[in-house]
């Protein structure tokens, strides 16, 4: 049995390895590279904002959720679903013209340079934290399933090499072409397997009256469970890879399309795995959370088991290839290409290709850290969250000097340290004291711009 999980990994692979190389006379240049040349069509935005959001966090953090939470590790979801659609309503605000590269092009129109380098800087870390969950979850998966083949850090590194070299080689198409192998492949297996598994173990209905596993906002309480939606609300509107795929479109319509077709794409899919999750609890209550998902493999038969364990493992890398891509497009842009002054458009690829090897990287280094998926990721995401608030106000409100957008977000990582230092994180997310801190700073600036104006 483990013999065939390995050759239809092996297989999967090689799937992967021969897309990546036949796009990549399609990268070329470095815009090529980063963007696709801005020549995406529906079906390939569709299918990179959908893998952009079925990844380790959305299939196998979504499963370690629902085991321990249940039903109610969809609100996290939730909130991504809904910042998708505010995404296609401000899509003309964020491709600036079909000329925006990064979170940097955004924040700079606005507030200028050194704010637009923090922001990056903000993104940049959450971009590389979010890969690196994806190669901690491939780690996880593969090395339960293949254990007489592959230990837990050589599951994490074929992973991380997997992605990684296909888009070192064929850039953001590749990014869009494997999202595509990915997502029917998704698709096909996290429904075939689960609905074998709800049929054939009454696991569901046994779920049902246990505990809180079906209760809407389960153990954990509708303010926790509502500040998660919250925060993937604002962690979701401006993320790089979403720029990144609006930016790719052919134009405005193509990307609004393809963004909201992405998202009807991936909802269902997270209630399957979320599903599989409460079936994981019921059959294996001892098992560790993070190998919720994996074990299902003994409840499946070969012939499923197959399509399965590709549905669980193509997720990590749908997702973490448009991370990936979206770090490179941040670091090579925004720090790189102005720190070295490289103006050759050749040794902006060559430099792009590096940064994509590079980061995949100190992704599977950082791998080892990593503990609790979908817990880790909500704190994180509210470094984002301040970019969302600033970018907002300069849209909304206006008027506001970079200075103070600079010290908004300057504030919100240090009050991440303090609130951690403290132990205050246990209590009440930061994503609440940031907001505040952001909101009064922003305000501020809004209303000492209008009082000098006015003299």
């Known amino acids: 049995m483990k013999g065939a999980y390995f050759f239809a990994i092996l297989a999967y692979v090689f799937l992967l390895w021969l897309t990546g190389f036949l796009v990549t ?88 340079k050194r704010t637009a380098q923090l922001a ?52 953001f198409a590749a990014t869009a072409y494997t999202n595509l192998i990915h997502i029917g492949a998704i698709i096909f297996g996290i429904f075939l397997g689960g609905i074998y598994m709800i049929v054939n173990t009454g696991a569901l209905s046994r779920m049902a009256h246990t505990a809180h596993y079906f209760q809407p906002f389960g153990d954990l309480g509708a303010a926790q469970l509502l500040s998660w939606a919250y925060i993937s609300i604002t962690l979701s509107i401006l993320t790089q890879p979403v720029i990144n795929a609006a930016s790719s479109a052919r134009g405005p319509r193509e990307g ?28 294996f209550p001892h098992e560790s959370s993070l190998s919720a998902l994996p074990a299902l493999l003994q409840l499946l038969p070969v012939s499923v088991g197959v399509f399965f364990l590709i549905a669980m493992w193509a997720p990590l890398m749908s997702a973490g290839s448009p991370y990936l891509m979206a770090a490179t497009t941040i670091a090579v842009k925004g720090y790189i290409a102005p720190m070295f002054s490289i103006v050759s458009d050749r040794k902006l690829l060559i430099a792009s290709r590096l940064t994509t090897v590079g980061i995949g990287a100190v992704s599977l280094c950082l791998g080892f850290f990593v503990r609790d998926i979908l817990k880790e990721v909500t704190f994180l995401a509210v470094l984002l969250s301040a970019i969302v608030y600033v970018v ?14 600079f010290a908004a977000l300057a504030g919100t990582p240090v009050i991440l340290f303090l609130y951690f230092s403290l132990g205050l994180h246990s209590l009440v997310h930061p994503i609440w004291p940031v907001t505040m801190y952001v909101f009064i700073v922003m305000l501020a600036g809004s209303l000492f711009s209008h009082k000098s104006q006015s003299r």
């Not at 529906?42 to 959720?65: E, H, Y």
């Not at 907002?392 to 957008?405: D, N, S, Y």
């Open 256 to 283: 609004k399309i393809g963004i909201i077709t992405g998202n009807l794409i991936a909802i269902p899919v997270v209630v399957m795995a979320a599903l599989c999750g409460i079936v994981a609890r019921d059959a």
């Open 392 to 405: 907002f106000f300069g849209w909304l409100v206006k008027r506001i000097p970079g200075t103070w957008a």
């Open 25 to 112: 006379k399609r990268a070329r240049s470095s815009e090529a590279y980063l963007l696709a040349s801005r020549s995406l069509s529906v079906p390939l935005v569709s299918v990179l904002i959908a893998g952009t959001w079925l990844g380790g966090v959305s299939v196998v953090g979504m499963a370690q959720g629902a085991y321990i939470h249940g039903i109610s590790a969809l609100w996290f979801q939730a909130g991504v679903w809904v910042a998708m659609f505010i995404t296609a309503l401000f899509f003309e605000k964020i491709i600036q013209g079909r000329t925006t590269y990064s979170i940097l092009d955004i924040v700079g129109s606005l507030y200028g």
């Open 120 to 171: 990056g800087l903000l993104q940049f870390v959450f971009m590389v934290w979010v890969v690196t969950m994806n190669v901690v979850g491939g780690g996880a998966i593969l090395s339960f399933i293949l254990r007489d083949y592959l230990t837990f850090g050589q599951g994490m590194l074929l992973t991380a090499i997997v992605f990684t070299l296909y888009n070192a080689a064929g850039g």
